[in-house]
């Protein structure tokens, strides 16, 4: 069974960074394609990265310049570097991997930018 943790979201300022980590549970994170997506109030949820199992990356247009993911096999976890954030980016935001054409999701972390 997959589980999927969030972490690192919280208040920071505009302009400012933060570093969101998702944790895998499982023996095989190695093999998994792991997406970010976010959610903001009363909007889509949206794909705003992802690395696959090779390293290869995507990135949503938003993202571009200012978010990295990176993956660290070692310790089953996945992360994505937010940096020069703006208001804008607020929202929760998800962990996400589709294995076998099952979807698996965490809980999200809320990431809220604001003076």
């Known amino acids: 069974q997959v589980q999927l943790v969030e972490s690192g979201g919280g208040l920071v300022q505009p302009g400012g960074s933060l570093h969101l980590a998702c944790a895998a549970s499982?023996?095989?994170?190695?093999?998994?394609?792991m997406d970010w997506y976010r959610q903001a109030p009363g909007e889509e949820r949206e794909l705003v990265a992802k690395?696959?199992?090779?390293?290869?990356?995507v990135y949503a247009d938003s993202a571009k310049g200012r978010f990295t993911v990176a993956r660290d096999n070692t310790k089953n976890t996945a992360y994505l570097k937010m940096n020069f954030l703006k208001p804008e980016d607020t929202a929760v935001y998800y962990c996400?991997?589709?294995?076998?054409?099952?979807?698996?999701w965490g809980k999200g972390t809320l990431v809220t930018v604001s003076s």
């Open positions: 690395i696959t199992s090779s390293d290869g990356t």
């Open positions: 996400h991997t589709k294995f076998h054409g099952t979807d698996y």
């Open positions: 499982g023996s095989f994170f190695s093999t998994y394609d």
